[in-house]
Nanobody, 123 residues
Framework: QMPLVESGGGLVQAGDSLKLSCYASDASISTSAMSWFRRAPGKEHEWVGYISQDGSSSQYGAILLGRSDISMDNAKNTVYLQMHSLRPEDTATYFC????????????????WGPGTQVTVSS
């Protein structure tokens, strides 16, 4: 499977919304469950949320709980992360990855990581 490619990041102001995309160039977006993670400078990866293989269910980590929504568009081979009410502490590089096994919030259980997309939230 090809690496995933994230996009949609940028510089926004606190309180803004932003929608990130995760694209699978080999049309394999629905062959595995997926998660979004983020990593701020000097910090470990943080789990943002997960979507099941068929896109019918999702789970969210505490960091963006209530401020995010993960969805899947099989026709576009893309998984999305919609974020609302962004805060300066949400500044990070955001990644998507394919779930392999283990706890869904553990980065070690994922593969095909994309290069990430930078989100910067100004106060």
């Amino acid at each position: 499977q090809m690496p995933l490619v994230e996009s949609g990041g940028g510089l926004v102001q606190a309180g803004d919304s932003l929608k990130l995309s995760c694209y699978a160039s080999d049309a394999s977006i629905s062959t595995s469950a997926m998660s979004w993670f983020r990593r701020a400078p000097g910090k470990e990866h943080e789990w943002v949320g997960y979507i099941s293989q068929d896109g019918s269910s999702s789970q969210y980590g505490a960091i963006l709980l209530g401020r995010s929504d993960i969805s899947m568009d099989n026709a576009k081979n893309t998984v999305y992360l919609q974020m609302h009410s962004l805060r300066p502490e949400d500044t990070a590089t955001y990644f998507c990855a394919r779930y392999i096994s283990g706890p869904i919030g553990a980065p070690s259980g994922y593969s095909n990581w994309g290069p990430g997309t930078q989100v910067t939230v100004s106060s």
